[in-house]
Nanobody, 121 residues
Framework: QVHMVESGGGLVQAGGSLKLSCVVS????????MGWFRQAPGKDREFVAS????????YYAESVKGRFTISRDNAANTVYLQMNSLKVEDTAVYYC??????????????WGQGTQVTVSS
């Protein structure tokens, strides 16, 4: 059984930083591209960032480029999202995602349960 557990969310002031983690079990982590998505209240879930199986390439939504960094540790079965210069509009539930087919994730094989990030002004 696959488990994907996010942590690291919380309340932060605008301009601050948070680092999210997603620990994965029940699958061969290095066989999956990993990504982060987010969903704000009343909005659709949207892509934030993704990383190839080897970690050699990363991809970002325009809205977070230059502020967020995705990384992974295949030995620890963990994917990270470092979020800097946070804005109020980054407030959302953040989900990690695992996809065995493509790094350009749209319909992942697995989702995490989500972690809340709230940015105050």
């Amino acid at each position: 059984q696959v488990h994907m557990v996010e942590s690291g969310g919380g309340l932060v002031q605008a301009g601050g930083s948070l680092k999210l983690s997603c620990v994965v079990s029940g699958l061969t982590f290095s066989d999956y591209a990993m990504g982060w998505f987010r969903q704000a209240p009343g909005k659709d879930r949207e892509f934030v960032a993704s990383i190839r199986r080897s970690g050699t390439s990363t991809y970002y939504a325009e809205s977070v480029k230059g502020r967020f960094t995705i990384s992974r540790d295949n030995a620890a079965n963990t994917v990270y999202l470092q979020m800097n210069s946070l804005k109020v509009e980054d407030t959302a539930v953040y989900y990690c995602a695992a996809d065995s087919r493509t790094v350009f994730i749209t319909t992942p094989d697995y989702w995490g349960q989500g972690t809340q990030v709230t940015v105050s002004s």
